[in-house]
């Protein structure tokens, strides 16, 4: 957590709207860039710690590997945000992409990636979706990149091909797969953890001592995170960030304030 400069950092999310090529798309490249620069001018100075770039509007998603030209414009939308801020920011590319994440954030300076399958096999909605740690640790190496990895433990939208023990899964996401923090979430995008699946997994990590922060990946808000933060490291945030609690509305830097403060101090 020393890139966030903060003991619970607070990741704010960025959701692009459609990107071209995505049934959504408007038309207008230009738009995109404009809301991706309100959003996260209005994230850092509500006082978030780092922001995440999604491709939340691309659905439905490819399951692995996006198009050449998803990549080229979110590597264009991730420099210009680099230009506009002066906090930490990462990359998800959806569904699964994270060689394609890897490769932006190194090329644009991002310092982290999200990983929604990084080892085992998750059922999804775009089907059966393998882990790729092994290319996706061999990539980093490549490019000499200093991106931490944030890797998912039974990823939102999803659901698993097996039950095993938690403690094996996340020692394997750890030590075999190298991830750098490991971010539990709800069921879906903005659904609440469970906190008994939270405790789970920090006591799962302090078991096996592993040296890798859990972070809450949803459903973080102003009247949750004091008791999800006495108990998780740090959370990414996104839809209780957004005007009305809608996931696609702007930013709403009020709301931001409002749960930066909530937080365990």
Do not use: C, W
Not at 121 to 128: E, F, M, N, V, W
């Amino acid at each position: 957590m020393d890139i966030f400069g903060s003991e619970t950092p607070i990741i704010g999310m960025v959701h692009l709207p459609p990107l071209p090529g995505a049934p959504g798309f408007d038309g207008d490249r230009g738009a995109t860039r404009d809301r991706l620069h309100r959003d996260a001018s209005a994230l850092e100075s509500g006082g978030v710690d780092g922001i995440m770039l999604e491709n939340f509007g691309d659905a439905p998603f490819y399951p692995d590997r996006v198009p050449r030209h998803v990549v080229a414009d979110v590597a264009a939308l991730a420099e210009s945000l680099r230009e506009r801020v002066s906090i930490p920011f990462g990359v998800n590319v959806l569904r699964n992409d994270a060689r394609s994440a890897l490769g932006v954030a190194a090329a644009t300076g991002g310092a982290f990636v999200r990983v929604n399958v990084h080892t085992g096999a998750r059922l999804t909605d775009q089907g059966l979706i393998e882990g790729t740690a092994h290319e996706t640790l061999r990539l980093r190496e490549r490019l000499d990149a200093d991106v931490a990895i944030l890797a998912d433990i039974d990823v939102k939208h999803s659901a698993p091909v097996a039950e095993r023990p938690l403690g094996e899964v996340v020692s394997e996401l750890v030590e075999r797969g190298g991830a750098d923090a490991v971010v539990v979430s709800g069921t879906g995008t903005g659904e609440a953890v469970e906190t008994d699946a939270l405790d789970a997994v920090v006591e799962a990590r302090d078991a096996r001592g592993l040296d890798a922060p859990v972070l809450v990946g949803s459903g973080v808000t102003p009247g949750t995170a004091p008791e999800l933060l006495s108990v998780a490291d740090g959370a990414i945030v996104g839809t209780a960030l957004k005007r009305g609690g809608e996931t696609t509305n702007p930013v709403d830097e009020a709301a931001v304030e409002r749960l930066v403060d909530a937080r365990p101090h």
